[in-house]
Nanobody, 124 residues
Framework: QVHLVESGGGSVQSGGSLRLSCAAS????????MGWFRQTPGKSREGIGT???????VLAASVEGRFTISQDMDKNTLYLQMNSLKPEDTGTYYC??????????????????WGQGTQVTVSS
């Protein structure tokens, strides 16, 4: 089992920045793949990016160059640094942890463990 708690959401103006955190606890083997996703009303959940146990990150084209994923293994915390925010970045952001048997991280939605989500609102 993995328990995930996101924080850091809020309201910012277009062009602003936020850093989301995701504190993880539990089975570390299931945390080889960690991902960030966002959900907006009327749309399916969108993958923002992932990081694997080797620290390799992959970001969606919509956020590449603006968002950065990192993790602090000592603190068991995953981060999503969001810069140059746009109104279309508004949504509920979730972190997720994959299964221990995942052979790849990006481009999949069958992550087993999810946080409760944190709201990000970007105004124009």
């Amino acid at each position: 089992q993995v328990h995930l708690v996101e924080s850091g959401g809020g309201s910012v103006q277009s062009g602003g920045s936020l850093r989301l955190s995701c504190a993880a606890s539990g089975d570390t083997s299931a945390r080889y793949c960690m991902g960030w996703f966002r959900q907006t009303p009327g749309k399916s959940r969108e993958g923002i990016g992932t990081i694997d146990g080797d620290g390799t990150t992959v970001l969606a084209a919509s956020v590449e160059g603006r968002f950065t994923i990192s993790q602090d293994m000592d603190k068991n915390t995953l981060y999503l640094q969001m810069n140059s925010l746009k109104p279309e970045d508004t949504g509920t952001y979730y972190c997720a942890a994959g299964e221990s048997w995942f052979s790849y991280c990006h481009g999949r939605t069958d992550y087993a463990y999810w946080g409760q989500g944190t709201q990000v609102t970007v105004s124009s």
